[in-house]
């Protein structure tokens, strides 16, 4: 266990609270909880973190500390003896921190399981935010009973209704009474830069009708971006075979941005591979540039619950071709006009999508104007009000702030 002064803060009228990151690799989640301390009037945080690299050198960082083979644990003994050294350190930091009564605990409730369970021990007030699918086990039961504040994406809502659907009606109750639906914004000071050589006033086309675009002026100038893990499910190689076998020696040029997850069990991609149509960054600082010099933006990942590389992605302006899969975006956009549609996980039916957008880039044009005014309603300030407040608010034996009807579990 080691505490790393990033930034030494000795102004102790701001707000404290600590944030527990066990998952040992750059997320959504991690990037989400960033947003949210942005809107954290005089907040001062204290990232309890296996992962100190991804949290900004403006927070106070504690580094604890896991062997990779438990790392890589998720279930059994080899899960339970993480928790128990994950414990220990947590221990030792709340002692040193007792008087901070505020934690927000950010991977779910059972990989979170060691942070829930001290914190009924040292009386904190926890905050879970859920981002993702959950385990149907007791641990992830347990804790979700021990959260205070439960905010989770749309998208997860059934998910919990599974797993609390055996509990007592009281128990039920008592789960959705603490429980918030949030959606993810973007800090207005760090909107991501709108693509370039893309004039924001150009005519708005419907282009819902690909097979009726012959009129429409043709281009050579399609530069496709993708940003995400190489986790397996996050789908690269679909994006790798619609160019290298379906679209080879086209003008299609692709940039693509990668995060090689470190001691995860989860199955993960080989690097790509840069050719004369692919060019390849792992965790690029100037991603945001690079971004700004491509106007189409693929998701290639499978049933992504919230996706914030799509949002920022519209945010800059980018026309956004994603999976018709169910997941939030597909649910949220309609193709041909803030977005365009591919069957999931097939090479051919993306290759043909971006070959209709490479002919056509007034279409991309219209259609990455459409996504940007999608994107301007999703700001931080907004999305996250409820969390922020209950990360300001909360003190352990008071009463969780009546729900919004409108976004209770």
Not at 237 to 246: Q, S, T, V
Not at 303 to 329: Q, T
Request: glycine share 4%; with cysteine; hydrophobic share 35%.
């Amino acid at each position: 266990m080691k505490e790393i002064h990033k930034n030494k803060i000795t102004d102790h009228t701001r707000s404290e609270f600590l944030v527990y990151d066990p998952v040992s690799f750059t997320g959504g989640s991690k990037v989400a909880m960033s947003h949210i301390i942005e809107e954290c009037p005089n907040s001062r945080p204290i990232i309890i973190t296996c992962d100190p690299d991804s949290w900004k050198s403006t927070y106070k960082i504690i580094s604890i500390y896991l062997p990779k083979r438990l790392q890589r644990a998720s279930s059994g003994l080899p899960f339970y003896g993480k928790q128990l050294l994950l414990g220990i350190q947590l221990s030792i930091i709340f002692l040193r921190y007792f008087r901070i009564k505020k934690i927000a605990v950010i991977s779910g409730p059972a990989v979170d399981i060691s942070a829930l369970l001290l914190s009924q021990l040292f009386r904190k007030y926890a905050i879970q935010l859920i981002q993702g699918p959950i385990s149907r086990s007791k641990i992830a039961l347990l804790g979700l009973s021990m959260s205070r504040r439960i905010f989770y994406l749309a998208s997860c809502q059934q998910n919990i209704t599974d797993l609390i659907q055996h509990k007592s009606e009281s128990d039920i109750a008592n789960i959705h009474q603490k429980s918030a639906i949030f959606t993810n914004g973007l800090p207005q000071h760090q909107w991501p830069t709108p693509t370039l050589n893309i004039n924001a006033d150009d005519i708005r086309i419907d282009c819902k009708d690909q097979d009726n675009t012959n009129s429409l002026p043709s281009s050579t100038s399609s530069r496709v971006f993708w940003a995400a893990s190489l986790l397996k499910w996050k789908g690269i190689d679909i994006l790798e075979k619609a160019i290298n076998c379906h679209l080879k020696n086209t003008d299609i040029q692709a940039k693509i941005c990668y995060i090689k997850p470190q001691n995860t069990a989860l199955d993960c991609h080989p690097v790509p591979q840069n050719n004369n149509q692919i060019s390849v960054w792992e965790n690029p600082n100037n991603l945001d540039e690079i971004r700004s010099q491509c106007n189409i933006f693929v998701s290639t990942s499978q049933h992504e619950p919230f996706g914030l590389s799509i949002l920022e992605a519209m945010a800059a302006r980018l026309c956004p071709v994603i999976p018709k899969d169910g997941a939030y975006w597909d649910m949220q956009l309609t193709h041909g006009v803030n977005c365009f549609k591919y069957t999931p996980n097939d090479p051919q039916s993306l290759a043909r999508i971006l070959w209709l957008l490479s002919r056509h880039t007034f279409c991309i044009t219209s259609t990455g104007q459409r996504a940007q005014d999608i994107a301007s309603q999703y700001k931080a300030k907004d999305t996250y009000r409820a969390i922020v407040q209950a990360l300001s608010e909360a003190s352990f034996g008071n009463t969780p702030p009546k729900l919004n009807p409108r976004t209770k579990g």
